[in-house]
């Protein structure tokens, strides 16, 4: 695990006076409009990944399967046109959405990045919980 902070979220946080902690883990958690949460963790050669949660996973199987063929099929809908990438939580219980971004991005981009990422995060929740 990397311990330094990536400079695009170092940035970031700086230049909108966020005062966020980090975590044992080295993750940071960003939160906008009271709703959306943003996990920032650390990944290999200094990159870092956002990550937040769409949706829970109904519990019969059934229901399940038909939510998982859902999204998997909108998944590969923006598979060539957005940058995140749906991924089921190791216990199947719930969807999410991620997203890699390199050591190298600058701060303008590293903004970008994470509005667009916030915005997907929108689009993917209004789709499977209405909100």
């Known amino acids: ?3 330094k902070v990536h400079a695009g979220l170092s940035s970031y ?10 975590r044992e883990d080295g993750s940071t958690v960003l939160v906008f ?24 996973l109904p519990e019969e199987a ?21 940058p995140e990438a749906l991924v089921i939580s190791e216990d199947i219980r719930e969807l999410s ?13 590293f903004e970008t990045l994470l509005e667009q990422f916030v ?3 929108t689009s993917w929740r209004q789709r499977f919980v209405g909100n």
């Not at 996990?39 to 949706?55: F, H, K, M, Q, Y």
């Open 13 to 22: 946080l700086l230049r909108n006076r966020i005062d966020a902690d980090r």
């Open 119 to 121: 915005n997907s995060l």
């Open 62 to 82: 059934h229901q399940c399967d038909d939510m998982l063929k859902e999204a998997m099929e909108c998944a590969a809908h923006r598979i060539n046109n957005y």
């Open 33 to 56: 409009d009271r709703q959306y949460r943003v996990r920032c963790w650390p990944a290999s050669n200094g990159d870092i990944v956002l990550e937040s949660r769409v949706t829970e």
């Open 97 to 109: 959405i991620q997203q890699r971004i390199s050591v190298d991005t600058t701060a303008d981009g």
């Open 1 to 3: 695990m990397n311990s």
